[in-house]
């Protein structure tokens, strides 16, 4: 399993990667859920290919990227079968969805002719019995800002908005993707050795420093770094405006295969770095779009 939300109607939707799926439990009750979908038979899992997260607009329709394409997923919450897709970038994993409805998406191989190769050699890799992960992550490990991911940001119709897919100095690898109070974005990045957390100027420029456009970088060329962070995957913001991320892994060769006995220990990252007070703040519980206090 993978991503999971709960709607403001009290919905719980999730995504099954490795299978491919949909699961609903209507009003969050566990008695009454079902599999929507699995496997690529039928809407909205034939629309679909490696569901990694999840997130409900103003207008109840559901955005699902998909780790294993170049596209997003949408679909009527009312009718799951009537899905459509949307080009993005290659092996989408986060998805944050602002006040106006617009929905930023983070590609981890960003738009290039490299990163569909490489997707490539993930897919070829997993269908031969191999460790697709590893050739995904060996190759964000590699990235760097001006070779990295990408960030598309769509508006409520499915539209690019100017100038998406975004690039950056502190885009390496990026992962996850949360809206703060300003519609400001904020992006985690999975790539060693390298793995900053980065602001981007939002759809709202009111909120951005003077000159800036939206899909800018703000802070810093190479993102914030620092506080023991390390490769990252999910990150949040709070009500009183901190960021809070998910260090996940921390080495590369413990990750993988049979490490030594003395390195076994540190794939796993250490803990959660905080950033008190960075970010607008938020209104909690975060169900649906972010909002402001």
């Known amino acids: 399993m993978q991503g999971i939300i709960a709607t403001p109607k009290g919905d719980v939707w999730a995504l099954g990667l490795s299978k491919n799926q949909l699961l609903h439990f209507p009003g969050g009750a566990i008695d009454k859920g079902r599999i929507v979908c699995e496997g690529r038979e039928v809407e909205p899992c034939s629309s679909m290919l490696g569901p990694f997260h999840l997130g409900i607009d103003q207008q109840d329709r559901i955005w699902v990227t998909n780790a294993m394409a170049g596209h997003v997923t949408r679909f009527p919450a009312a009718d799951p079968t009537k899905a459509e897709k949307f080009d993005s970038g290659w092996s989408g994993s986060g998805l944050g969805i602002d006040s106006q409805g617009n929905v930023w998406v983070t590609n981890r191989l960003g738009n290039t002719l490299r990163g569909a190769f490489v997707l490539g050699d993930m897919l070829v890799t997993l269908k031969t019995g191999g460790n697709g992960?590893?050739?995904?992550?060996?190759?964000?490990g590699r990235q760097t800002g001006?070779?990295?991911g990408s960030v598309s940001l769509l508006r409520p119709d499915g539209s690019h908005f100017p100038g998406s897919p975004f690039t950056a100095?502190?885009?390496?690898?990026?992962?996850?993707?949360?809206?703060?109070g300003n519609d400001n974005v904020w992006i985690?990045?999975?790539?060693?050795?390298?793995n900053p957390i980065t602001q981007l100027?939002?759809?709202?420029?009111?909120?951005c420093p003077p000159g800036f456009k939206t899909g800018d970088q703000i802070g810093p060329p190479g993102g914030y770094v620092g506080g023991g962070l390390q490769m990252q995957t999910d990150l949040a913001i709070g009500p009183a405006g901190d960021v809070w991320v998910m260090n996940?892994?921390?080495d590369f060769d413990s990750c993988f295969g049979v490490p030594a006995e003395a390195l076994s220990t540190r794939c796993g990252g250490q803990g959660v770095t905080v950033f008190f007070g960075m970010a607008k703040p938020v209104r909690s519980p975060q169900i649906?779009?972010?909002r402001a206090p």
């Open 288 to 290: 649906g779009p972010a």
């Open 188 to 194: 985690s990045n999975f790539a060693a050795p390298h």
């Open 133 to 140: 992960d590893e050739v995904l992550l060996r190759a964000m």
């Open 169 to 180: 100095g502190g885009l390496p690898g990026p992962w996850a993707a949360t809206i703060d």
């Open 248 to 250: 996940n892994w921390q």
């Open 146 to 148: 001006s070779d990295g």
């Open 201 to 207: 100027c939002g759809a709202r420029t009111e909120n």
